[in-house]
């Protein structure tokens, strides 16, 4: 697997690099944002490692330009950072990066963590039939939802969940249900990345006048057709 790791502690970085590529990563760095966008227009990357702090642009900052620049569709992320309450992990997977970390970690564990956001970036859909419940229509074309006229573009994961709510419009989607078919979980991570990325949906929804998703406490989510008419 071919990684960008943009870390700009030279002494962090290589510990990164060693210890992936005797796990047999293909591994790249990058020391500042600048430089990675650079290297991420080149192409070829299956994953990025990013650090939260860096010196030109902070990662939460970086991971929206790489979104931008790649139409939506850039390598899957696992954000590392010594900032590690639940409070800074929610920020980071509301952001958008797929996976977080906090520092100090163990190279097996980030490694798995990396082959987990590969696999499932593989299973999302980035091509192929429109999904369409009423008036509400979820576009791979453009990783876009729409809602009569207005549009929200959607990043890598929010368009997977919002496809799996789709898919199973009228019906009970559990926690855990999303946690193995969107992120490839098995098991409940720390922070709780179903409800901060279900927000975010949310918030793009609402803002094309479409709010069809309904939570029920303890028992998961409702994606209603007769609130997209």
Known sequence: MRLLVVEDDEVIADYLASGLRALNFDVDHAATGQ???AALAAGGYEAVVLDRMLPDVGGIDLIGRMRAAAGGVSPPVLMLS??????DRIEGLEAGADDYLAKPFDTGELAARLHAIVRRAALQPVAGAELVVGRLRLDPSSHSARFGEAEARLNRKLFSLLAHLMRHADRLVTRDMLLEHVWGYT??????????????LRSGLQAIACDPIETLRGQGYILRADRCT
């Open 187 to 200: 098991f409940a991570p720390t922070a709780n990345i179903v409800d901060a990325n279900l927000s975010r």
């Open 82 to 87: 010594a900032l590690g309450s639940v409070k």
């Open 35 to 37: 430089r990675a966008m």
